[in-house]
Protein backbone atom coordinates (compact mmCIF):
# COMPACT_ATOMS: atom_id res chain seq x y z
CA UNK A 1 0.00 0.00 0.00
CA UNK A 2 1.22 3.59 -0.71
CA UNK A 3 1.58 5.61 2.43
CA UNK A 4 0.18 9.39 1.64
CA UNK A 5 1.73 12.44 4.06
CA UNK A 6 1.08 15.69 4.38
CA UNK A 7 2.56 18.85 5.81
CA UNK A 8 2.09 20.72 7.64
CA UNK A 9 -1.61 19.42 9.54
CA UNK A 10 -2.11 23.37 9.86
CA UNK A 11 -1.22 26.13 7.95
CA UNK A 12 -2.22 29.40 9.05
CA UNK A 13 -2.18 32.12 6.50
CA UNK A 14 -3.30 35.75 6.14
CA UNK A 15 -5.94 36.98 2.68
CA UNK A 16 -3.62 37.40 -0.08
CA UNK A 17 -0.28 35.35 1.17
CA UNK A 18 0.88 32.77 -0.74
CA UNK A 19 0.17 29.06 0.75
CA UNK A 20 2.60 25.96 -0.08
CA UNK A 21 1.15 22.66 1.01
CA UNK A 22 3.11 19.18 0.69
CA UNK A 23 2.72 15.84 0.09
CA UNK A 24 4.55 12.87 -0.17
CA UNK A 25 4.47 9.80 -1.24
CA UNK A 26 5.85 6.61 0.35
CA UNK A 27 7.19 5.12 -2.94
CA UNK A 28 7.22 6.68 -6.43
CA UNK A 29 3.95 7.64 -7.87
CA UNK A 30 4.90 9.31 -10.77
CA UNK A 31 2.57 12.03 -11.51
CA UNK A 32 -0.68 10.05 -10.81
CA UNK A 33 -1.67 12.42 -7.79
CA UNK A 34 -4.78 13.90 -7.11
CA UNK A 35 -5.46 17.45 -5.10
CA UNK A 36 -9.02 18.25 -3.55
CA UNK A 37 -10.26 20.96 -1.41
CA UNK A 38 -13.17 20.42 1.09
CA UNK A 39 -14.29 23.35 2.58
CA UNK A 40 -16.65 23.22 5.99
CA UNK A 41 -19.98 21.13 5.38
CA UNK A 42 -19.22 20.37 1.81
CA UNK A 43 -18.00 17.50 -0.40
CA UNK A 44 -14.89 17.23 -1.67
CA UNK A 45 -13.96 18.83 -5.29
CA UNK A 46 -11.14 18.42 -7.37
CA UNK A 47 -8.33 20.55 -7.83
CA UNK A 48 -5.56 18.98 -9.88
CA UNK A 49 -4.93 15.74 -11.49
CA UNK A 50 -1.76 14.22 -12.72
CA UNK A 51 -0.14 16.30 -10.78
CA UNK A 52 -0.08 19.86 -12.67
CA UNK A 53 -3.63 19.85 -14.39
CA UNK A 54 -6.05 21.93 -13.15
CA UNK A 55 -9.52 20.72 -13.31
CA UNK A 56 -12.44 22.58 -15.12
CA UNK A 57 -13.38 25.65 -13.31
CA UNK A 58 -10.31 25.83 -11.25
CA UNK A 59 -9.00 29.52 -10.65
CA UNK A 60 -5.76 29.72 -11.74
CA UNK A 61 -4.23 30.86 -8.09
CA UNK A 62 -4.11 27.18 -7.78
CA UNK A 63 -1.06 25.27 -9.17
CA UNK A 64 0.29 22.11 -8.97
CA UNK A 65 3.95 20.65 -8.93
CA UNK A 66 5.94 17.50 -8.22
CA UNK A 67 7.02 13.87 -9.69
CA UNK A 68 8.09 10.57 -7.54
CA UNK A 69 7.31 11.12 -4.26
CA UNK A 70 7.29 15.00 -3.71
CA UNK A 71 4.33 17.19 -4.47
CA UNK A 72 3.64 20.51 -3.63
CA UNK A 73 -0.28 22.44 -3.88
CA UNK A 74 0.40 26.37 -4.14
CA UNK A 75 -2.19 29.15 -3.49
CA UNK A 76 -0.87 32.21 -5.33
CA UNK A 77 -2.65 34.55 -2.90
CA UNK A 78 -5.39 32.67 -0.88
CA UNK A 79 -8.86 33.97 -1.03
CA UNK A 80 -11.73 34.17 2.27
CA UNK A 81 -13.32 30.79 -0.06
CA UNK A 82 -9.78 29.42 0.16
CA UNK A 83 -10.02 28.31 4.11
CA UNK A 84 -10.51 24.73 3.84
CA UNK A 85 -8.87 21.49 4.31
CA UNK A 86 -7.18 19.96 1.13
CA UNK A 87 -5.99 16.54 0.64
CA UNK A 88 -3.82 14.89 -2.17
CA UNK A 89 -4.40 11.38 -3.35
CA UNK A 90 -2.21 8.88 -5.35
CA UNK A 91 -3.63 6.38 -8.18
CA UNK A 92 -0.20 5.34 -9.40
CA UNK A 93 -0.85 1.63 -7.53
CA UNK A 94 -4.17 0.48 -6.39
CA UNK A 95 -6.29 -1.22 -4.60
CA UNK A 96 -5.97 0.71 -2.26
CA UNK A 97 -6.57 4.07 -3.25
CA UNK A 98 -4.92 6.24 -0.68
CA UNK A 99 -5.15 9.76 0.52
CA UNK A 100 -2.99 12.02 2.56
CA UNK A 101 -4.43 13.25 5.95
CA UNK A 102 -4.69 16.33 4.96
CA UNK A 103 -3.88 19.89 5.76
CA UNK A 104 -6.47 22.53 7.26
CA UNK A 105 -5.63 25.99 6.22
CA UNK A 106 -6.47 28.43 8.10
CA UNK A 107 -7.31 32.20 8.56
CA UNK A 108 -3.63 33.72 10.60
CA UNK B 1 -19.77 16.95 -15.24
CA UNK B 2 -22.62 15.64 -13.63
CA UNK B 3 -25.25 15.43 -10.29
CA UNK B 4 -24.84 12.34 -8.34
CA UNK B 5 -27.07 12.15 -5.13
CA UNK B 6 -26.89 9.71 -2.09
CA UNK B 7 -29.45 7.96 0.09
CA UNK B 8 -30.41 5.23 2.55
CA UNK B 9 -27.97 6.46 5.23
CA UNK B 10 -29.07 6.42 9.14
CA UNK B 11 -28.67 4.41 12.38
CA UNK B 12 -27.71 0.56 12.41
CA UNK B 13 -27.20 -1.39 15.32
CA UNK B 14 -23.63 -2.96 15.52
CA UNK B 15 -23.76 -6.24 13.66
CA UNK B 16 -26.78 -4.65 11.11
CA UNK B 17 -26.94 -4.22 7.43
CA UNK B 18 -27.92 -1.02 5.34
CA UNK B 19 -27.83 -0.61 1.65
CA UNK B 20 -26.54 2.81 0.14
CA UNK B 21 -28.21 4.19 -3.21
CA UNK B 22 -26.39 6.54 -5.61
CA UNK B 23 -28.88 8.02 -8.33
CA UNK B 24 -26.55 9.74 -11.04
CA UNK B 25 -27.34 12.13 -13.82
CA UNK B 26 -25.51 14.04 -16.63
CA UNK B 27 -23.23 12.05 -17.73
CA UNK B 28 -22.83 8.58 -19.18
CA UNK B 29 -22.79 6.74 -16.58
CA UNK B 30 -22.14 3.21 -18.05
CA UNK B 31 -18.62 4.53 -19.35
CA UNK B 32 -17.37 5.10 -16.00
CA UNK B 33 -15.80 3.38 -13.00
CA UNK B 34 -17.67 4.48 -9.93
CA UNK B 35 -16.66 4.47 -6.56
CA UNK B 36 -17.70 4.86 -2.71
CA UNK B 37 -15.70 6.78 -0.79
CA UNK B 38 -16.54 7.62 3.49
CA UNK B 39 -15.28 10.42 6.07
CA UNK B 40 -15.52 9.25 9.54
CA UNK B 41 -16.51 12.54 12.02
CA UNK B 42 -13.87 14.85 12.28
CA UNK B 43 -11.49 12.13 10.36
CA UNK B 44 -9.82 11.91 6.24
CA UNK B 45 -10.97 10.78 3.34
CA UNK B 46 -11.13 6.45 2.95
CA UNK B 47 -11.37 4.91 -0.45
CA UNK B 48 -13.74 1.70 -0.18
CA UNK B 49 -14.89 0.50 -3.07
CA UNK B 50 -14.63 0.55 -7.28
CA UNK B 51 -17.04 -1.05 -9.79
CA UNK B 52 -16.01 -1.11 -13.59
CA UNK B 53 -18.34 0.09 -16.16
CA UNK B 54 -19.53 -3.10 -17.00
CA UNK B 55 -19.28 -4.46 -13.26
CA UNK B 56 -17.28 -6.81 -14.18
CA UNK B 57 -14.47 -5.91 -11.34
CA UNK B 58 -14.73 -4.57 -7.92
CA UNK B 59 -12.10 -3.82 -5.72
CA UNK B 60 -12.28 -3.06 -1.99
CA UNK B 61 -10.05 -1.66 1.17
CA UNK B 62 -9.21 -4.42 3.26
CA UNK B 63 -10.95 -3.01 5.94
CA UNK B 64 -14.39 -4.24 4.26
CA UNK B 65 -13.66 -6.53 2.19
CA UNK B 66 -16.48 -9.66 2.74
CA UNK B 67 -18.74 -7.27 4.71
CA UNK B 68 -19.75 -4.74 1.90
CA UNK B 69 -20.43 -5.34 -1.53
CA UNK B 70 -20.66 -2.22 -4.68
CA UNK B 71 -22.88 -2.91 -7.08
CA UNK B 72 -24.51 -0.88 -10.15
CA UNK B 73 -27.99 -0.92 -12.52
CA UNK B 74 -26.81 0.92 -16.00
CA UNK B 75 -30.44 0.56 -17.14
CA UNK B 76 -31.07 3.03 -14.12
CA UNK B 77 -27.74 5.08 -13.80
CA UNK B 78 -27.53 4.12 -9.84
CA UNK B 79 -24.39 2.41 -7.80
CA UNK B 80 -25.21 0.90 -4.46
CA UNK B 81 -23.45 -0.06 -1.09
CA UNK B 82 -24.56 -3.07 0.83
CA UNK B 83 -23.11 -3.09 3.90
CA UNK B 84 -23.60 -6.41 6.53
CA UNK B 85 -22.03 -6.85 9.70
CA UNK B 86 -21.37 -3.06 10.69
CA UNK B 87 -19.11 -2.24 12.93
CA UNK B 88 -18.97 1.05 14.97
CA UNK B 89 -15.98 1.83 13.14
CA UNK B 90 -17.73 2.00 9.72
CA UNK B 91 -19.35 5.05 11.23
CA UNK B 92 -19.20 7.81 8.34
CA UNK B 93 -20.61 9.96 5.92
CA UNK B 94 -20.60 7.66 2.46
CA UNK B 95 -19.61 9.83 -0.62
CA UNK B 96 -20.40 8.02 -4.26
CA UNK B 97 -17.68 9.53 -7.12
CA UNK B 98 -17.10 9.16 -10.69
CA UNK B 99 -14.02 7.71 -10.66
CA UNK B 100 -11.10 8.65 -13.56
CA UNK B 101 -8.13 7.84 -11.72
CA UNK B 102 -9.30 11.07 -9.49
CA UNK B 103 -12.71 11.74 -8.39
CA UNK B 104 -14.01 14.54 -10.92
CA UNK B 105 -17.66 14.53 -9.58
CA UNK B 106 -18.94 13.76 -5.84
CA UNK B 107 -22.26 13.62 -3.97
CA UNK B 108 -23.32 15.37 -0.92
CA UNK B 109 -22.77 12.41 1.42
CA UNK B 110 -25.24 10.28 3.55
CA UNK B 111 -24.49 9.71 6.88
CA UNK B 112 -23.90 6.08 8.63
CA UNK B 113 -24.04 5.48 12.37
CA UNK B 114 -23.40 1.98 13.38
CA UNK B 115 -24.22 2.21 17.28
CA UNK B 116 -25.94 0.52 20.12
Known amino acids: EIVMTQSPATLSVSPGERATLSCRASQSVSTNLAWYQQRPGQSPRLLIS???NRATGIPARFSGSGSGTEFTLTISSLQSEDFAVYYCQQYENWPPLTFGGGTKVEIK | EGQLVESGGGLVQPGGSLRLSCAASGFSFNDDWMSWIRQAPGKGLEWVAN????????YYVDSVKGRFTISRDNARNSLYLQMNSLRAEDTAVYYCGRYGRSWILWGQGTLVTVSS
Open chain 1, 50 to 52: DAS
Open chain 2, 51 to 58: IKPDGSQR
